[in-house]
């Protein structure tokens, strides 16, 4: 921070004060969050330190050094002013803190990278069992836009803070109660985790008395302990699309104004719930609705997914950004409130919405792209929130012939069903050839065969999903189907590599084998191709297998592989099917489209899901 961007402190001093200026009729908008040993532990989510400051696990809170600047200028810990200004309800702002010691008190409004406003600035005397508060509401005199953050510099000898917390005034809407919908599917150890992490809690939330929680057990085989606010249904296992479905049918039943989906191992900061509903309700916009973001667990500092826009493919949104450099969360935050895509979705691993604005049930996909599908056909005003997010495995693994099934399945539908997605014949052809195509070049013929067969299946129109909606048959299909391309322990391999024509030489690589279809069309290409062993997450980038004629793949930990091979024979035949079936498309695509978007109003209905899941009929 430049001196330039800075003002005197003197001239913004504020008397602090151990009464809460809102009490009685406040609403925490966001509390501190800290590591969590088993969720996250990347220090600079949480905070940035000068000298010696560090958590303490153990009693709770940070433990800041004399002279030591503890700065809460992060990813979990920054407040999105520029979102909860512009989207919801303020009436002032303060800013709680707890703790121990005597420490300099600064809150910091980043407009841009170079300029940061100061709002406040005090010595404090902290105590564990007192907040003291500093006014802030003045923030939008200079910009209602950025980030507010506060350091704390230790002017005594082992100072902690151990709590703070951002309020504003109001009270909040006794209306507005948010069932949290979990869909489990034999992950019996997860969701028994998830639920005991959910009754604590909502025993001491501010909205506690808001909230209930309903695990939606496909499976019939998971074991909750008791609660008064947590509740297991079971279901048939009609995939992700028919738990939250119940979920949904569920809630809106018992008079709920709005819906969380969650996964059922709710890896996320439990003070997500927090965030999520003062936003929802302060929202301005009855429409409003939070998209959780993704980070990968074996690549913590990195945005995966704040949330996505689909626009014939999904794309994630601000994907590597370095969640510990400010600048870089400034600037995602900042574009973030600014702009809203008309085809933003939030993945269903972390999803909260309005009841109300819900007038399309999810798509009876079984699984992959419902939430997609649920967001785009439904008028939702979606934002993202920093802290609320979702840690999982990578979807690197996740990769298999079925996924990639359900996912073209998924994407064809979007464009048959949804008019504001309408692209045109041809268009669709080449959402389909792309699947085809990123699979060719790394030889995965049996997941070409499980596209091809997705291709098929949405040609035969949307009674294929009214009649199986747990895609039984294609299920056993594909598992009948794949026998090369499954994960398998790592000594079954032999893992020698080859150099071959053009070696390392990835820009001519680049430039002579996507015309060729990385060898295919080349004659006695097998002797002078080279042999590659990659991992799982470079299976999508093509210029890890350009020029190979043997691809052997290795799963992100390192213990299980496949390999893959050309055949020209095998995949001269599939490139005869893609043929036949974009023939096929071009000549059903008019009355195909009519079907879908005549059928698809009557399938998003709570009435086809209650009786594809056996239950009565609505009352």
């Given at each position: 921070?430049?001196?330039?961007?800075?003002?005197?402190?003197?001239?913004?001093?504020?008397?602090?004060?151990?009464?809460?200026?809102?009490?009685?009729a406040?609403i925490?908008?966001?509390?501190?969050i800290f590591?969590?040993?088993?969720?996250?532990?990347?220090?600079?989510?949480?905070?940035?330190?000068?000298?010696n400051?560090?958590?303490d696990?153990?009693?709770?809170?940070y433990?800041?050094?004399q002279?030591?600047?503890?700065?809460?200028?992060t990813?979990?810990?920054?407040?999105s002013?520029a979102?909860?200004?512009?989207?919801?309800?303020l009436?002032?702002?303060?800013?709680?803190?707890?703790?121990?010691?005597?420490?300099?008190?600064?809150?910091?409004h980043?407009?841009?990278?170079?300029?940061?406003?100061?709002?406040?600035?005090?010595?404090?005397?902290?105590?564990?069992?007192?907040?003291?508060?500093?006014?802030?509401?003045h923030?939008?005199?200079?910009?209602?836009?950025?980030?507010?953050?506060?350091?704390v510099?230790?002017?005594?000898?082992?100072?902690?803070?151990t709590?703070?917390r951002?309020?504003?005034?109001g009270?909040?809407?006794?209306?507005?109660?948010?069932?949290?919908?979990i869909?489990?599917?034999?992950?019996?150890?997860q969701?028994?985790?998830?639920?005991?992490?959910l009754?604590?809690f909502l025993?001491?939330?501010?909205?506690?008395?808001?909230?209930?929680?309903?695990?939606?057990?496909?499976?019939?085989?998971?074991?909750i302990?008791?609660?008064?606010?947590?509740?297991?249904?079971?279901?048939?296992?009609?995939g992700g699309?028919g738990?939250?479905?119940r979920?949904?049918?569920?809630?809106?039943?018992?008079?709920?104004?709005?819906?969380?989906?969650?996964?059922?191992?709710a890896a996320?900061p439990?003070?997500?719930?927090?965030?999520s509903?003062?936003?929802?309700?302060?929202?301005?916009?009855?429409k409003?609705?939070?998209?959780?973001a993704f980070?990968?667990?074996t690549?913590?500092?990195?945005m995966a997914e704040?949330?996505?826009?689909f626009?014939?493919?999904?794309r994630?949104?601000?994907?590597?950004?370095?969640?510990?450099?400010?600048?870089?969360?400034?600037?995602?935050?900042?574009?973030t409130a600014?702009?809203?895509?008309?085809?933003?979705?939030g993945?269903?691993?972390?999803?909260a919405f309005p009841?109300?604005?819900?007038?399309?049930?999810?798509?009876?996909?079984?699984?992959?792209?419902?939430?997609?599908?649920f967001?785009?056909?439904?008028?939702f005003?979606?934002?993202?929130?920093?802290?609320?997010?979702?840690?999982?495995?990578?979807?690197?693994d996740?990769?298999?012939?079925?996924?990639?099934?359900?996912?073209?399945?998924?994407?064809?539908?979007?464009?048959?069903a949804?008019?504001?997605?309408?692209?045109?014949?041809?268009?669709?052809?080449?959402?389909a050839l792309?699947?085809?195509?990123r699979?060719i070049?790394?030889?995965?013929y049996?997941?070409?065969?499980?596209?091809?067969?997705?291709w098929?299946?949405?040609?035969?129109?949307p009674d294929v999903?009214?009649?199986?909606?747990?895609?039984?048959?294609?299920?056993?299909?594909?598992?009948?189907?794949?026998?090369?391309?499954v994960w398998?322990p790592?000594e079954?391999?032999d893992?020698?590599e080859?150099t071959g024509?053009?070696?390392?030489?990835?820009a001519?690589?680049?430039?002579?084998?996507?015309?060729?279809?990385n060898?295919?069309?080349?004659?006695?290409?097998?002797?002078?191709?080279?042999k590659?062993?990659i991992?799982?997450?470079e299976?999508?980038?093509?210029?890890?297998?350009?020029?190979?004629v043997?691809?052997?793949?290795?799963?992100?930990a390192?213990?299980?592989a496949?390999?893959?091979?050309?055949?020209?024979?095998?995949?001269?035949?599939?490139?005869?099917?893609?043929?036949v079936?974009?023939?096929r498309?071009?000549?059903?695509?008019q009355?195909?489209?009519?079907?879908y978007?005549r059928r698809?109003?009557?399938?998003t209905?709570?009435?086809?899901?209650?009786?594809?899941?056996?239950?009565?009929p609505?009352?």
């Amino acid at each position: 921070m430049s001196e330039g961007s800075r003002r005197t402190c003197t001239d913004f001093a504020v008397a602090a004060s151990e009464d809460n200026p809102a009490k009685g009729a406040s609403i925490t908008l966001q509390n501190l969050i800290f590591p969590e040993k088993g969720l996250c532990v990347e220090p600079h989510l949480y905070a940035h330190a000068h000298g010696n400051v560090a958590h303490d696990r153990h009693r709770g809170g940070y433990w800041i050094a004399q002279d030591a600047v503890a700065k809460f200028d992060t990813y979990f810990n920054a407040l999105s002013i520029a979102k909860w200004h512009k989207e919801c309800s303020l009436q002032g702002l303060w800013l709680g803190l707890k703790g121990l010691g005597r420490a300099e008190i600064s809150v910091l409004h980043a407009v841009s990278g170079s300029y940061h406003e100061i709002l406040a600035v005090n010595v404090l005397s902290l105590a564990l069992d007192t907040e003291v508060w500093l006014d802030i509401s003045h923030y939008s005199d200079s910009a209602a836009m950025g980030l507010i953050t506060f350091e704390v510099r230790a002017i005594a000898p082992d100072v902690r803070v151990t709590a703070a917390r951002y309020v504003t005034h109001g009270k909040p809407n006794l209306t507005q109660r948010l069932a949290v919908v979990i869909t489990t599917f034999h992950r019996e150890v997860q969701v028994a985790a998830t639920a005991q992490r959910l009754a604590q809690f909502l025993e001491q939330a501010e909205f506690g008395s808001h909230i209930e929680c309903f695990i939606i057990d496909n499976a019939d085989s998971a074991q909750i302990d008791p609660h008064p606010k947590i509740h297991r249904l079971t279901n048939a296992n009609l995939g992700g699309s028919g738990g939250f479905s119940r979920g949904l049918i569920h809630a809106k039943a018992e008079g709920f104004s709005h819906v969380l989906f969650m996964d059922d191992d709710a890896a996320i900061p439990i003070e997500a719930l927090q965030r999520s509903f003062a936003f929802l309700s302060l929202a301005k916009d009855t429409k409003a609705a939070i998209a959780g973001a993704f980070i990968s667990s074996t690549q913590p500092a990195r945005m995966a997914e704040n949330g996505a826009i689909f626009n014939r493919k999904c794309r994630p949104r601000f994907a590597g950004t370095d969640l510990r450099k400010f600048d870089d969360l400034l600037e995602m935050e900042q574009k973030t409130a600014q702009v809203r895509p008309h085809n933003l979705y939030g993945g269903w691993w972390f999803f909260a919405f309005p009841v109300a604005h819900a007038q399309r049930f999810p798509f009876p996909f079984f699984v992959r792209g419902d939430d997609v599908n649920f967001a785009l056909a439904n008028d939702f005003a979606i934002t993202t929130l920093n802290g609320v997010v979702a840690f999982g495995e990578s979807f690197v693994d996740k990769e298999t012939p079925l996924n990639w099934y359900l996912d073209l399945r998924s994407h064809l539908v979007h464009h048959l069903a949804l008019k504001q997605m309408a692209v045109g014949r041809f268009a669709l052809i080449g959402i389909a050839l792309a699947f085809v195509r990123r699979n060719i070049v790394k030889f995965q013929y049996e997941t070409i065969e499980a596209v091809l067969m997705a291709w098929r299946d949405v040609l035969k129109g949307p009674d294929v999903f009214v009649r199986e909606p747990d895609a039984a048959s294609a299920r056993a299909a594909i598992k009948a189907l794949v026998k090369t391309e499954v994960w398998q322990p790592i000594e079954n391999f032999d893992l020698d590599e080859r150099t071959g024509f053009l070696g390392n030489n990835k820009a001519l690589r680049r430039l002579f084998y996507p015309f060729s279809l990385n060898g295919h069309l080349l004659p006695f290409f097998g002797a002078w191709g080279s042999k590659r062993v990659i991992l799982a997450a470079e299976r999508g980038f093509s210029d890890a297998v350009w020029g190979a004629v043997q691809i052997t793949y290795l799963n992100v930990a390192g213990d299980r592989a496949y390999v893959t091979r050309r055949n020209n024979a095998k995949a001269l035949w599939l490139l005869g099917q893609v043929l036949v079936l974009s023939v096929r498309t071009v000549l059903v695509y008019q009355r195909l489209r009519a079907l879908y978007r005549r059928r698809y109003p009557q399938i998003t209905t709570p009435e086809f899901w209650r009786k594809a899941l056996n239950l009565p009929p609505n009352p």
